[in-house]
C-alpha cells in the first residue's frame, strides 16, 4: 500500500515539474509534425503561395505554419478571430522567411487584429489617417497590429502586388539587423548598403515620373520602398522580373527565394461545392471532410 501511495506521489511529483519540460515540447513536436484537419483547404483557397507548393516544400510550409501558431498569440480587439485570420496572419509570416528554413522573428510576441483601419494613437477610423498595419516599438515592441480586413483583402485579390500581411512582415523582416531602415538583412555593409540605397532613390524617382507599376506609397521612403517591393515579389514575380529585373535579382538574394519560378501569373482562387473531393486529399467529399472542420479552431 505504502509502495502504491510513493508511486502516485512521484507520478503527481512528476507531472509538476516534467510537463514544461517534457510533455509540453513533446506536444508541440507533435502538433508541428501534422497540421489539423481542414487548415490546408484553407490554405489552398486563400493562400496564392501555397497553392503552388509542391511535395516536401509545401509539408514545410503547413509546418511552419503550425509552428507561427503555437509561438505567437493572436489576439482580436473588437472583433473575433477565427481559425481563416489565425491562417493568414501565419501564412504572412511564413512566406518572407520561406527561404530560411527554421528561421523565425526574433521578438514577435502577438499580432492584434483590427475591426478596421487605424491611426497612430491605436483609434479607430480616423479619415485623417487610415493605417492598415503596424510593427510595433517602445511599449509595443513584440507586436504587430493588423486591419482585419486589409489582412484578408490581401489575399482575396491575387493581381494588384498589395498585400497588408506581407508588408508588415517584409518590415519586421528588416528589423531583424535591429532596426527597421529599408536596408535588407545582409546588405548592412556599406559596400552593399549604399548602392542598395542610390538604386532604391533612382527607383523611387522613376515612381514619381510616373514611369513604374511600383505603387506610389514606395516613395514614401526606402523602409516602405523595400516593403511594398516585397509586396510585389511574393504576389506577382513574373511580372516584377519582366519589368524590374535589377529589382527582382536582388530580392531573390534577399529573400532566399527565387518566386518567379513556381508562382504561376495566370492565378484563380480555387472554388470547391460541397460536393467535390476535399482539396485535403483524403479521397473524400469536401461535405464529409473538412467542410465541418474548416472554421473551428
Not at 510576441?109 to 493605417?131: C, M
Not at 489575399?155 to 498585400?163: A, Q, R
Not at 514611369?211 to 511574393?234: H, K, L, N, P
Not at 514575380?237 to 536582388?250: C, G, I, M, Q, S
Request: charged letters at 25%; hydrophobic letters at 40%.
Amino acid at each position: 500500500m505504502q509502495t502504491a501511495i510513493l508511486l502516485i506521489g512521484i507520478f503527481i511529483l512528476w507531472l509538476y515539474l516534467g510537463y514544461d519540460s517534457t510533455v509540453k515540447p513533446a506536444l508541440e513536436r507533435r502538433a508541428q509534425a501534422k497540421m489539423p484537419t481542414g487548415w490546408q483547404s484553407i490554405l489552398s483557397k486563400k493562400v496564392h503561395f501555397y497553392s503552388q507548393l509542391k511535395g516536401k516544400d509545401k509539408d514545410r510550409f503547413e509546418r511552419d505554419v503550425v509552428r507561427f501558431l503555437t509561438k505567437v498569440k493572436i489576439t482580436g480587439v473588437s472583433c473575433t478571430v477565427e481559425l481563416e485570420d489565425r491562417l493568414l496572419v501565419a501564412s504572412s509570416g511564413v512566406i518572407p522567411l520561406f527561404g530560411f528554413p527554421a528561421c523565425t522573428y526574433r521578438g514577435l510576441e502577438e499580432v492584434i487584429l483590427y475591426p478596421t483601419t487605424f491611426n497612430r494613437q491605436f483609434q479607430l477610423d480616423d479619415p485623417d489617417e487610415l493605417i492598415t498595419g503596424m510593427v510595433g516599438s517602445g511599449v509595443m515592441e513584440g507586436k504587430m497590429i493588423l486591419s482585419k480586413p486589409a489582412l484578408h483583402e490581401g489575399f482575396d485579390i491575387s493581381n494588384d502586388k498589395e498585400n497588408t500581411g506581407i508588408h508588415e512582415f517584409v518590415h519586421l523582416f528588416d528589423k531583424e539587423n535591429g532596426f527597421i531602415d529599408g536596408v535588407p538583412p545582409g546588405f548592412e555593409d556599406k559596400a552593399f548598403a549604399l548602392p542598395w540605397l542610390q538604386f532604391v532613390h533612382t527607383k523611387i524617382k522613376e515612381i514619381d515620373a510616373d514611369q513604374s507599376d511600383i505603387r506610389y506609397y514606395a516613395t514614401t521612403d526606402a523602409m516602405e520602398f523595400f516593403a511594398v517591393a516585397g509586396e510585389y515579389f511574393f504576389e506577382r514575380p513574373v511580372l516584377l522580373k519582366r519589368k524590374h529585373p535589377a529589382l527582382y535579382k536582388a530580392l531573390v538574394k534577399t529573400f532566399n527565394q527565387d518566386t518567379a519560378g513556381f508562382i504561376s501569373e495566370g492565378f484563380k482562387k480555387v472554388e470547391i461545392g460541397r460536393n467535390d473531393l476535399c482539396l485535403c486529399g483524403s479521397g473524400l467529399k469536401y461535405k464529409v471532410c473538412c467542410w465541418e472542420d474548416e472554421y473551428g479552431w
